[in-house]
């Protein structure tokens, strides 16, 4: 089923991990794609893999000029955005006592403030056509906090909160906001952790092993469909059942 044959989708972070894994999935879906990451050349890696129309834009998220600039472009490349995934984002992880400004800050601005800069960037053109998905990439970390990523999960919990506040203020518009929340998902941004922590987390996972890209791709094509018009301000939870 081709069921977002003619939107537009534009894909945060796009470059590879779960947003290249969502650019190919709403891409099989029938929408065009506009892939997003801090380098053009590395989206480009992911639109040339896509089964229909996509284009490559650089934007570093935590900057609102550039996210204002590259809605206008996506519209003019690709059309007004329909559907618009928050998956940038990054990690910089210690414990609390050595946690430095940056460090908070740096996550802060990606995580939290990039959802903001993209989202308050298309949600008028969204409202005026009363239509528009959102979907923001949080984490279960968000909902359960962990030790060692206090800048992290209060940056996923604060698009939690983010998320719902936008979901009440534009539904009435008929634009919809959830927040998919993935577990632990096999990409570069987990692939440091050592052997010992990955066979403890594989235990708490009552599905046996961990998340894919593609696992969270579905869960977002989904959320971006028809079969979730009545969806909003919604967490799903896409961790095999790790927190429950
Ligand atoms: P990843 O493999 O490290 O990829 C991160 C992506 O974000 C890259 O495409 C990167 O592109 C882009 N990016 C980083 N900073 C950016 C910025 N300032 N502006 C624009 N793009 C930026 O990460 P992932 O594991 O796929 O994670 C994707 C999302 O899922 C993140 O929000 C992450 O927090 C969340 N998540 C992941 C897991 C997991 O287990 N992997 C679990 C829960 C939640 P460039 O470097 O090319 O700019």
């Not at 430095?100 to 005026?128: P, Y």
């Not at 961990?210 to 579905?218: K, M, Q, R, S, Y």
């Amino acid at each position: 089923m081709r069921e977002l044959e003619g939107k537009v989708a534009v894909v945060t972070g796009g470059s590879r991990g779960i947003g290249r894994a969502t650019a190919s999935e709403l891409s099989r879906a029938g929408a065009s794609v506009a892939v997003v990451a801090r380098s053009r050349e590395r989206a480009q890696g992911t639109v040339d893999g896509l089964d229909g129309p996509g284009e490559a834009f650089a934007c570093d998220v935590s900057n609102p000029a550039q996210c204002a600039d590259l809605m206008s472009a996506v519209a003019d490349c690709l059309g007004p955005v329909d559907i618009l995934v928050n998956n940038a984002g990054i990690t910089r992880d210690n414990i609390l006592i050595r946690l430095k400004d940056e460090d908070w800050q740096a996550v802060m601005d990606t995580n939290l403030r990039g959802a903001f800069n993209t989202t308050r960037a298309v949600a008028r053109g969204m409202m005026k056509r009363r239509s528009g998905r959102i979907i923001n990439i949080a984490s279960v970390v968000g909902l359960t906090g962990n030790r060692g990523q206090a800048n992290y999960a209060a940056s996923k919990a604060g698009l939690v909160g983010f998320t719902k506040s936008v979901a009440q203020e534009l539904a009435a518009r008929g634009v919809l906001a959830n927040v998919v929340a993935p577990g632990f998902i096999e990409t570069d941004m987990t692939a440091e952790l050592p052997e010992e922590a990955r066979e403890g987390l594989a235990e708490r996972i009552p599905l046996g092993r961990f998340g894919t890209p593609e696992d969270v791709a579905g869960a977002i094509r989904f959320l971006a469909g028809p079969a979730a018009a009545y969806i909003t301000g919604q967490v799903l939870v896409v961790d095999g059942g790790m927190v429950m």
